[in-house]
């Protein structure tokens, strides 16, 4: 029997408007306790649980009520949907039960949403399962201890004690007279970059990446305004900072722009431009061209890719720097470096509000001095001295600059502080355990317990790390340090921003540790009242082995896609700390304390993640795939990203119970990403019986916004295949077309119901999704299709669905149509919904999606062919059609009834209306003739005989599209298709389904 989600009265809207609160101040507050790059709305990872569990013919209203209880119709709720827990003693007796007996695993448990969300529900057992060590401590700190101390009823007490062991590790740390004479008191932040030696003159010149320090907008003109500038000395080049304060000049002032740059201001008619003069508002590093330029002497420092100064100087820097500390070279070889670290402003907030001030030479001096304190414990076992991965990876981009050991991201100062920190959080643990020992508690208790404040601890240490490097921008509108791993990646950064940690500005320890507390309140609140039982797993989800011969009711899960995130290399900056604060620690070495088995498995320390788990990764990244020999070029890691993939599937679909659905978030749209996960279902016997898009927290590219890209998740049920005989295509393409549109037409019918007085519109692009899979079960329900007795590959699967559902549009828009530029045309007219100025915006994935099987132009050219004919074109600047390697494309469409904006759009396609011959699309005829139906009707007959005469199919082809066309209520388009049929049945041409009978003698 068909789940809820299978059925079609998915309430999918509704919970895409609940996952929308999850945005900007909307975030659980669990999320804030620590970076993660992939994390589902709870919103939509609680109702596609639920979804799975409850049968086909479940009412949608009450479902709605059930699992938002803020929920107040039409759209609508009193508080964030992910704030009260599911009200399920709303359910029927039978469902509570059958819930409350139900098992969930999710194998790519990540942040842990999904398992969260199946504990507030209450089923009975929850495992959430992850490869690599980072995620498994952070899991356990996201479910196991919130439940563990509920349950022991020591749940305020975990918060509480929480919250006064981070105000104990700070009072210590402002006891360290090696740290507290480091940083100014008065002083929240200071902004640094590097410096570098000029090759021309001999000075050393600062890299500022922005001469920006605050530029936050009001309401009207602007709150906050400072800049910096550079002033030459006799042998050196100064910062000095230039700050507005008077509200009435902040009011007044007007941007002064080059391209997309703010580069100045004009105040009261005066122009103001920031930064040096000869530079026209610019930086002066331009790391994408290799140049950087003096700003001493102004010479232009330029390079190729390895042989640029500033990447050259930069490795000697790392050079030297161990070698100072290894006692192989002095202060003064390592100070004279080619490049440097250098402070170049101070934050203030005396007075509750920013000033800033010019960083002075003793503030620089305590990077020296903190580097001396460095050198005197160099060897301790807390300094993290594992490599980075080398090998080229598009997510640490440092590599390049010669940064090869994760202690290099840190200046001396931030490095200092946090091996620190971590001998404080480790001796917190100790004394933890200690206090609850004498208290009576259990050996194990204590111990469980100290683990548990202590991992809270570690998180707080990690976050203090990415918000604390060198790679950690600062935010000029903002007014904070972006945190280091904020771009999926580790890249350079020219202005770098560094936080006291004695400070009370945002961004501190005081301020991150009140995200602790807070997220773990939200947490303890989530899991009370639940009565599941709650595993975290350290385990490979290409083989799940710890899971022996366990079956789950429901699998729900987001798998990476392809090289989307490389976790293995990235969270490795997290592990390196974790390690630390978690284990014991001699005077060489680092020993098993907590979590024992994910740093010490067997006994034996990871070293790095990268290095142990990388290649068992379910990701592609091509130098990972070189470096440990799984393959030697892009084309043949894909095959192993296959492999694994299929293995997940593999070992997955064994964990199901008879009657058990896999539900996986699909983050892509791409043919070649159905692809990959058609053939990872089917070699496993499993086929997708439904999917649905539903909006993920982290909008993926442009046209995601508000609902108009295929590419938000895509939730997709996976049921094992029945045993039957396989679908033959050649005998059965007609039924299947008919099949494909009545699944089309239902899809439509049960959301339109399902969404209700909520929405005014259903979203085409929730239609196509759901009907595409749809039409995918119809065809591999039995196993791979058979087309003239051969078995298709899933290539061939995916493209003949996309073939079939473009044929039932057309179908069900009452119309014939022939020709991938029409079929394309009128699909993507249903698909997305008109944005500003009315058009429609799609990423290129998406709409290879819909041409996939309809163009017969060869694959990976489609859109190309589509711009040749100007049927689209790329939407917005180049740097914003660019987004996660997807362009942006828009439909060059009329958007109102209008003469001259009918023209605009004939130009666009490059035709000339008057000379037929130009046309080589229907879409160009019918444009034409739209253009010519708002003339006189003997005027619009005249034209048409001509254009019919050079190209007879072209202009049937496009009256079929005005037939489709004609259907689409409420677009301008729908209007001049009318006309342009009305001026056809008046002026005598008749049409007799696909041929069009023209007597041009009798008239």
């Not at 009435?248 to 930064?275: C, H, S, Y």
């Not at 284990?583 to 304390?593: F, G």
């Not at 296959?642 to 119970?657: I, P, Y």
């Not at 079960?777 to 996309?802: C, D, H, Q, W």
Request: net charge neutral; charged share 25%.
């Amino acid at each position: 029997m068909d789940s809820m989600l299978e059925s079609g009265s998915f309430p999918v809207e509704i919970v895409n408007i609940a996952s929308a609160k999850e945005k900007g101040p909307g975030r659980p507050p669990f999320w804030e306790m620590v970076f993660w790059w992939t994390r589902k709305p709870l919103a939509s990872s609680r109702a596609v649980i639920l979804a799975s569990l409850l049968p086909g013919s479940f009412n949608p209203e009450r479902f709605t009520k059930i699992v938002y209880p803020s929920y107040e119709g039409r759209g609508r709720f009193s508080k964030t949907p992910h704030y009260l827990n599911p009200n399920t003693r709303l359910l029927d007796k039978e469902i509570y039960e059958k819930i409350r007996g139900a098992s969930l695993l999710d194998p790519f448990a990540g942040f842990g949403s999904i398992p969260l969300e199946a504990v507030r529900l209450g089923l009975k057992e929850v495992v959430a399962s992850e490869l690599l060590p980072t995620a498994v401590v952070f899991l356990r700190a996201v479910l196991e201890y919130p439940k563990w101390a509920v349950d022991k009823k020591i749940g305020d007490k975990l918060i509480s004690d929480v919250e006064n062991w981070g105000k104990w590790v700070l009072e210590r740390l402002g006891e360290d007279p090696d740290v507290k004479e480091l940083y100014d008191p008065d002083t929240a932040v200071y902004i640094g970059t590097w410096e570098v030696k000029c090759p021309y003159c001999g000075r050393y010149t600062p890299l500022v990446g922005n001469w920006w320090l605050a530029r936050v907008k009001g309401e009207k003109g602007f709150k906050a305004l400072a800049w910096m500038k550079p002033v030459k000395t006799e042998n050196d080049v100064e910062i000095e900072v230039e700050q507005i304060k008077d509200p009435a000049i902040l009011q007044a002032a007007k941007p002064v722009r080059k391209g997309n740059k703010t580069i100045g201001l004009e105040v009261n008619g005066q122009r103001i431009i920031v930064g040096d003069p000869a530079l026209d508002g610019e930086a002066n590093i331009d790391a994408r061209n290799n140049e950087t330029t003096c700003l001493y002497c102004h010479a232009k420092i330029k390079g190729l890719r390895d042989k640029w100064l500033v990447k050259e100087a930069l490795r000697e820097w790392n050079t030297r720097l161990e070698k100072y500390l290894n006692g192989e070279a002095t202060l003064e070889e390592l100070r004279e470096s080619p490049a440097r670290p250098r402070l170049l402003v101070k934050v203030k907030t005396a007075g509750g509000e920013l000033e800033f001030k010019p960083a002075t030479q003793d503030d620089n001096e305590k990077l020296w001095r903190a580097l001396e304190k460095l050198k005197v414990i160099w060897g301790d076992p807390d300094v993290p001295i594992e490599p980075m991965p080398t090998y080229e990876n598009r997510s640490i981009w440092v590599i390049g600059y010669g940064f090869s050991k994760w202690y290099q991201l840190f200046n001396p100062r931030q490095l200092l502080t946090l091996v620190k920190l971590v001998k404080l959080v480790r001796e917190a643990g100790k004394r933890i355990e200690e206090e609850k020992l004498k208290q009576g508690w259990s050996k194990e208790d204590a111990y469980k317990y100290a683990e548990a404040v202590t991992t809270y601890l570690a998180i707080l240490l990690c976050k203090h790390a990415d918000w604390n490097s060198m790679e950690s921008g600062w935010q000029l509108s903002y007014l904070i340090a972006a945190h280091t791993l904020a771009m999926r990646g580790i890249a350079m950064v020219w202005n770098w921003g560094e936080y006291n940690p004695f400070s009370d500005y945002r961004g501190t320890w005081k301020a991150m540790s009140k995200n602790i507390v807070e997220g773990l309140s939200y947490l303890v609140n989530a899991v009370s009242g639940s009565s599941s039982r709650v595993r975290v797993l350290l385990d490979d989800a290409t083989s799940l082995s710890k899971l022996g011969d366990e079956k789950f009711d429901l699998i729900v899960t987001d798998p990476p896609y392809k090289d989307d995130v490389a976790y293995s290399e990235l969270s490795d900056f997290y592990y390196v700390w974790l390690k630390r604060a978690l284990s014991d620690s001699s005077a060489v070495s680092l020993h098993p304390r907590f979590h024992s088995d994910a740093f010490f498995p067997g006994g034996v320390e990871v070293r790095t993640q990268w290095e142990w788990f990388s290649s068992r990764e379910v990701s592609m990244n091509v130098g990972r795939c070189e470096h440990f020999g799984m393959a030697s070029e892009g084309e043949e890691c894909g095959e192993v990203y296959k492999n694994l993939l299929k293995a997940s599937f593999k070992s997955m679909s064994s964990r199901l119970s008879e009657n058990g659905l896999l539900i996986t978030y699909f983050a892509q749209s791409s043919p070649e990403a159905w692809i990959s996960l058609i053939e990872a279902g089917l070699d496993n016997n499993l086929h997708p019986s439904t999917a649905s898009p539903v909006l993920t927290e982290s909008e993926e590219s442009v046209v995601a916004r508000g609902k108009a890209a295929i590419s938000a998740s895509i939730v997709v049920a996976w049921r094992k295949a029945s045993r039957g005989e396989p679908v033959d295509v050649s005998s059965r393409y007609d039924e299947l077309v008919e099949e494909a549109t009545q699944a089309l037409k239902s899809v439509e019918e049960a959301l339109s119901k399902a969404s209700a007085g909520v929405v005014s519109e259903l979203y085409g692009v929730t239609i196509y999704v759901m009907a595409y899979a749809k039409v995918l079960s119809l065809l591999t329900r039995n196993g791979r299709p058979v087309k003239a007795g051969k078995t298709l590959e899933p290539e061939e699967i995916a493209g003949l669905a996309s073939e079939i559902l473009a044929r039932a549009y057309a179908r069900e828009a009452g119309a014939q149509l022939s020709s991938s530029d029409s079929i394309f045309y009128y699909i993507v007219k249903k698909v997305f919904p008109r944005g500003g100025e009315g058009r429609r915006l799609a990423s290129s994935s998406d709409l290879i999606l819909i041409s996939h099987g309809v163009s017969p132009v060869e694959k990976g050219k489609a859109l190309d062919d589509y711009v040749r004919k100007g049927v689209l074109k790329a939407y917005g600047r180049e740097e914003e059609t660019e987004v996660a390697s997807r362009k942006t494309y828009t439909l060059i469409e009329p958007t109102s009834v209008d003469e001259l904006e009918l023209s605009q759009v004939l130009k666009e396609h490059g035709v000339n209306p008057d000379d037929p011959s130009t046309f080589k699309s229907p879409v160009h005829v019918l444009h034409a003739l739209m253009l010519y139906s708002l003339k006189p009707r003997e005027v619009f007959a005249k034209y048409y005989e001509k254009t019919y005469l050079s190209n007879p199919s072209l202009a049937t082809e496009a009256v079929e599209l005005a037939k489709a066309l004609s259907t689409l209520n409420g677009d301008p388009e729908a209007e001049l298709a009318k006309r342009v049929l009305e001026y056809l049945g008046a002026s005598g041409f008749k049409t007799r389904g696909k041929v069009t009978l023209h007597d041009f003698s009798k008239r």
